[in-house]
C-alpha cells in the first residue's frame, strides 16, 4: 500500500488495498468541484471499492487537467447539469469551496443523486437546516469524508479494538491534529473565514468525528472552545489556531487541538494524534509517522490488563468505509455512516466556531 503528498496535506490522497464490493460499471459516479486536492482521496477510495468515475466539472480547465492527468479516463463535463442529466450516475462528490458545498449539494439530491463532500460538508447552521431538509424530502444520502479518521488505518484499526471492548467502555478522546500551512499553494479562500468556515468547522470537523464515533454517542455540547491567529498577521481573517472541550451524552469527554503550525522538519503534513481512554486500558495512535523513530505511518499503541502493544497496521486494514458507502447508496442502508452522525458532527463543529473565545493576536 502506498500513498503519495504525504508532506503535503492539501493533496494527501491515500491509495489502499483494492476491495471491490460491486461489478464493473455497476455503481458509476462523478466529481464536480476540485478546489480542494481533498477530492483526489475521495475518487481514490471509490475506485478502490469498485466504483467507476465516469465525468468531472469544474470551471477552472487547469484543474480540470490536473485531476484527469491522476483519472485519464474521466470524461469532462461542459456543465454540472450534463452529469445531472446521465440518470446511470448514483453519487456526486465535491470538494468544492467549503461555503459552496451545501449548495451544491441540494442540487445534487434534487437531481435524484446522493451527495458525497469534503469536510467540512457544510459551513452554516443555516446551511445545515437546509440540507437535513433536502435529505427529509428526497430521500438522498449527504455524505462527509470525515478522512482523519476514514482515510487512516490505525484510526480504522482503533475503531475495531474500541467495538471488540478491547479497553472497556471509553470515557475520554484526545485529539492533536497540527497541519502544514504550505502558505504559497493556497488558494485565496482558505485564508476567508466565511469561505472555508473557521478552523473549528474546518479540520474541527475531523476530530468531533472521531469522538463521536470512538465513544458511541449521539449528541454532546461543546464547553469551551477557542480560536486564534499567532502568526499570520498578513491574513486577518484566518484562524492558525483552536481547541475545544465537548462532553458527551453518555458521559464521556474530549479535548482536541488544530493548528496550522507543523514544522517544515516534519517528514509528513502532520504529527496527528488520538488518545482514547477506556475503563480498562487506552489506546494511541500515532497516524502519519512516529517522529524521529519511523516514517512510516500508521502506528497503535495499545496498553491493556495484559501488557503493551505496539501494533503497525499499516497496509494490513484497508479503508472499508468506501465499499460501505457505495453499498449504502445501492441498498439504501447506513453502515458506512449514519446521516445523523453526519450532520451531529458538523453541528457540533460549527457551535464550537460561533462560541469559540479569541485569542492570539
Not at 104 to 122: E, H, I, N, T
Not at 218 to 247: I, M, Q, R
Not at 257 to 263: A, G
Request: hydrophobic share 40%.
Amino acid at each position: 500500500m502506498t500513498s503519495f503528498q504525504k508532506a503535503d496535506g492539501a493533496n494527501y490522497a491515500p491509495k489502499g488495498k483494492t476491495n471491490v464490493v460491486v461489478k464493473p460499471g455497476e455503481f458509476r459516479f462523478a466529481a464536480i468541484g476540485l478546489d480542494h486536492g481533498h477530492i483526489n482521496g475521495m475518487c481514490n477510495g471509490l475506485i478502490e471499492a469498485g466504483a467507476e468515475l465516469v465525468w468531472v466539472y469544474d470551471p477552472d480547465s487547469a484543474k480540470i487537467e490536473a485531476f484527469r492527468r491522476l483519472f485519464p479516463a474521466v470524461r469532462v463535463a461542459r456543465a454540472e447539469q450534463e452529469i445531472f442529466a446521465d440518470a446511470s450516475v448514483k453519487l456526486v462528490a465535491s470538494a468544492v469551496v467549503a461555503s459552496d458545498r451545501c449548495a451544491l449539494g441540494l442540487r445534487v439530491m434534487d437531481a435524484g443523486k446522493d451527495y458525497f463532500a469534503d469536510k467540512p460538508p457544510l459551513t452554516t447552521l443555516a446551511q445545515l437546516d437546509a440540507a437535513r431538509a433536502k435529505v427529509k424530502s428526497t430521500g438522498r444520502k449527504y455524505a462527509a469524508y470525515y478522512a482523519e479518521r476514514l482515510h487512516v488505518e490505525a484510526a480504522v484499526y482503533a475503531g475495531e479494538l474500541v467495538h471488540q471492548g478491547a479497553i472497556g467502555r471509553v470515557i475520554q478522546v484526545l485529539n492533536i491534529a497540527p497541519h502544514r500551512i504550505s502558505l504559497p499553494a493556497r488558494p485565496a479562500w482558505f485564508f476567508q473565514k466565511e469561505k472555508y468556515g473557521g478552523i473549528l468547522c474546518d479540520i474541527g470537523s475531523h476530530q468531533i468525528e472521531q469522538f463521536l464515533f470512538y465513544t458511541g454517542a449521539h449528541d454532546a455540547k461543546v464547553l469551551h472552545s477557542k480560536v486564534g491567529n499567532y502568526n499570520h498577521p498578513a491574513h486577518p481573517g484566518f484562524e492558525d489556531f483552536g481547541d475545544a472541550t465537548l462532553v458527551a451524552d453518555n458521559g464521556a469527554t474530549h479535548y482536541f487541538r488544530v493548528d496550522w503550525f507543523t514544522p517544515d522538519g516534519l517528514g509528513s503534513w502532520g504529527d496527528g494524534r488520538a488518545f482514547i481512554l477506556g475503563t480498562d486500558g487506552y489506546i494511541e495512535l500515532r497516524k502519519y509517522l512516529d517522529v524521529a523513530r519511523d516514517a512510516e505511518p500508521d502506528h497503535v499503541y495499545l496498553v491493556d490488563h495484559q501488557g503493551e502493544h505496539h501494533i503497525p497496521v499499516h497496509g494490513k486494514v484497508g479503508y472499508p468505509y468506501f465499499g460501505q458507502l457505495i453499498l449504502d447508496c445501492l441498498n439504501r442502508t447506513e453502515n458506512a455512516m449514519t446521516q445523523a452522525h453526519v450532520f451531529k458532527t458538523i453541528e457540533l463543529a460549527i457551535l464550537a466556531e460561533m462560541q469559540a473565545v479569541y485569542v492570539g493576536f
